[in-house]
């Protein structure tokens, strides 16, 4: 059973352009959604995370939208730039100590120049 | 910035020896986890662990699998016997408080069980 889905699998856009990723989750349980960015090689670094009780967060080119009776969540990566270029996993895990980080499929972003 | 470090960066065995992976926390870090990632693909949870105890554990944590932290040192995980399918770049984590706090990821234990 897959708790949290991403889409698209992979993604190519122009620079300049905003990418938009897509991610939904099963377990009402889950109150807390950190973005990671992982490179080649590297391991996942956050980028940035979403409450909940929040249904935006935006940090720079970077902005979570969430609807929490959906289930759903996206990251928005605007104005686009080739160094974007990497995999982004979306995450989840309920505010209680130490609890799992259940990370989804992943998506896969290139930028064109 | 803070750190998680992991060693050794790679790990080459054969099946059905003993192998342990090293991760060296951030120092004021309080719950600590492994992931497995196979091929750049998903990042699979292995187990979480705080106060000396594992919290939670997935099915992907066999019992060929175990994690400790002796007297602060390094945390580690160990399998014994390795299988084929253990062949994957192992994550380490840690933070300070649980939930809302993400993780601080190491740079990965890539094991080739040959």
């Known amino acids: 059973q897959q708790q949290v889905r991403q889409s698209p699998q992979s993604l190519t856009v122009w620079e300049g352009e905003t990418a938009i990723l897509n991610c939904s989750y099963e377990n009402s349980a889950f109150d807390y959604f950190p973005w990671y960015q992982q490179f080649p090689g590297e391991g996942p670094a956050l980028l940035i995370s979403i409450l909940s009780v929040s249904d935006k967060k935006e940090d720079g080119r970077f902005t979570i939208f969430f609807n929490k009776r959906e289930k759903k969540l996206s990251l928005h990566i605007a104005d686009s730039q080739p160094g974007d270029s990497a995999t982004y996993f979306c995450?989840?895990?309920?505010?209680?100590?130490?609890?799992?980080?259940?990370f989804g499929t992943g998506t896969t972003v290139s930028v064109s120049p | 910035g803070p750190k998680v470090l992991q060693i050794p960066s790679h790990q080459i065995i054969d099946m059905g020896q003993m192998v342990t992976l090293n991760c060296d926390p951030v120092?004021?870090?309080?719950?600590f986890y492994w992931y497995k990632q196979i091929l750049g693909q998903q990042m699979e949870f292995l187990v979480n662990?705080?106060?000396?105890?594992?919290?939670?554990k997935s099915k992907l944590f066999k019992d060929q699998f175990s994690v400790e932290r002796p007297d602060g040192s390094y945390f580690t995980l160990k399998i014994q016997p390795t299988a084929l399918e253990d062949s994957a770049v192992y994550f380490c984590?840690?933070?300070?408080?649980?939930?809302?706090?993400?993780?601080?990821f190491g740079e990965g234990t890539r094991l080739s069980v040959l």
């Open positions: 995450a989840a895990s309920a505010l209680q100590g130490g609890r799992a980080l259940i």
């Open positions: 984590a840690s933070s300070f408080a649980g939930g809302n706090q993400a993780p601080l």
């Open positions: 120092s004021n870090h309080l719950y």
């Open positions: 662990f705080y106060n000396g105890k594992v919290m939670e």
